[in-house]
């Protein structure tokens, strides 16, 4: 099993700036893919952005330029900077992992909750 915990999220004035950590814990022998999700209110969930164990990165065209995901593979963490926040940003972030350990199984935290105030 694993377990995935969020911080960083909050209350950010439009404009502002934030970090999401994800700290992932468990049975994980490598983790592949880390990334972040976000459902806002009467929304589908929807890919932020994810980071790959090679480095490579995704972002989602609402968020290209003003996000940045990062990786501590060492600690088997993962941010997400995001600045220009925009009131449209405001959701629940969730965190994903895709982690190996006999075999591959994807894992979410519980979600952390971003407001962006106009």
């Known amino acids: 099993q694993v377990h995935l915990v969020e911080s960083g999220g909050g209350l950010v004035q439009a404009g502002g700036s934030l970090r999401l950590s994800c700290v992932a814990s468990g049975s994980i022998y490598i983790i592949h893919v880390m990334g972040w999700y976000r459902q806002a209110p009467g929304k589908q969930r929807e890919s932020v952005a994810r980071?790959?164990?090679?480095?490579?990165?995704d972002y989602a065209d609402s968020v290209k330029g003003r996000a940045t995901i990062s990786r501590d593979k060492a600690e088997n963490t993962a941010y997400l900077e995001m600045n220009s926040l925009k009131p449209e940003d405001t959701a629940v972030y969730y965190c994903?992992?895709?982690?190996?350990?006999?075999?591959?199984?994807?894992?979410w935290g519980q979600g952390t909750q971003v407001t962006v105030s106009s």
């Open positions: 980071i790959r164990s090679d480095g490579t990165t």
């Open positions: 994903y992992a895709r982690v190996e350990f006999v075999d591959e199984s994807d894992y």
